[in-house]
């Protein structure tokens, strides 16, 4: 498993992803790096607000420090592990591919590209929010005209910003009967799902394959990385089963056309009705 334009399904212990000499990566510069800084935490975590009004000042600071120690700092170092042992684009696609196959590799890629495309179709509906409070008139806007205007935001956001105007534009159609609220649990449903992926290819490279070269390794052992994913595990199902019906099937939909994409896809490729390229 080294190199690109390769299945990422077959990993050797004497063989390491950075062991290809072809791989010319090219490095990001100081400004587009501070610019992907900012625009990761710049937006801070949604809810906060109504942590601290819901349980008060110090329960809530309580929960974001326990939150940070059973979720952020396992998955931080869980994706240093990985993003240092696959130093490939594709990231967590290839990582999961490595371990559980191609399959769950193409079911990985296919949720958090959803989660993505979800939370690129917030702003149109958060744009429209924030237009409500200076125009009174806009919130008459329901039905049919809400979808009107926020698609209208889309086409001019989009204009600013050209790359994926069709993709955007028909998620926020989609979604625009949604609530500000429902689109991000039905964004966080899809990213934690992904997240379990990751979890469990992380233990089973751990477990099938210890001598891999990783240069960020974390120090604990099999053992260890079990348990290291038990928490955030746990935070996950509870987040998953507090899930409203509405937000719940609309992602379980999405999930349940990942898992027939893959095969279908193949079988299109299998009869060459269409062909996929592996360059960019």
């Known amino acids: 498993m080294v190199g690109r334009n390769v299945e990422y399904s077959r990993i050797t212990e004497e063989d390491s992803p950075r062991a290809n000499g072809n791989n010319n990566f090219k490095k990001i510069s100081i400004l587009p790096l501070i610019f992907l800084i900012f625009y990761e935490v710049s937006g801070r ?25 059973i979720w952020s700092v396992p998955e931080a170092l869980i994706t240093s592990e990985m993003g240092t042992m696959f130093p490939e684009d594709s990231g967590y696609v290839i990582s999961v591919s490595s371990a559980l196959g191609p399959y769950w590799g193409f079911q990985q890629g296919w949720m958090k590209w959803l989660s993505g495309v979800i939370d690129n179709a917030l702003y149109p509906v958060l744009s429209l929010d924030y237009l409500k409070s200076g125009f009174p008139i806009l919130t008459l806007t329901d039905g049919y005209p809400r979808i009107v205007v926020i698609v209208a935001l889309t086409v001019a956001l989009t204009y600013m910003n050209f790359r994926g105007h069709r993709i955007s534009a028909s998620w926020v159609i989609l979604l625009s009967q949604l609530t500000f609220q429902e689109i991000v649990a039905a964004e966080n449903f899809l990213y934690c799902f992904g997240m379990i992926l990751e979890f469990i290819a992380f233990v089973r490279l751990r477990m099938k394959y210890p001598a891999v070269s990783r240069p960020y390794k974390i120090l604990v052992g099999k053992t260890g990385a079990v348990l290291m994913c038990v928490p955030p595990t746990i935070l996950i199902c509870v987040v998953l089963a507090l899930s409203m019906f509405k937000v719940m099937g609309l992602s379980v939909f999405a999930i349940v056309i990942g898992l027939v994409l893959q095969p279908f896809l193949k079988y299109v490729e299998k009869k060459r009705w269409v062909k996929f390229s592996t360059e960019c």
């Open 45 to 69: 975590p949604f809810g906060i607000e109504d942590s601290v009004r819901a349980a008060g000042p110090f329960l809530a600071l309580i929960g974001f420090l326990v939150f940070a120690v």
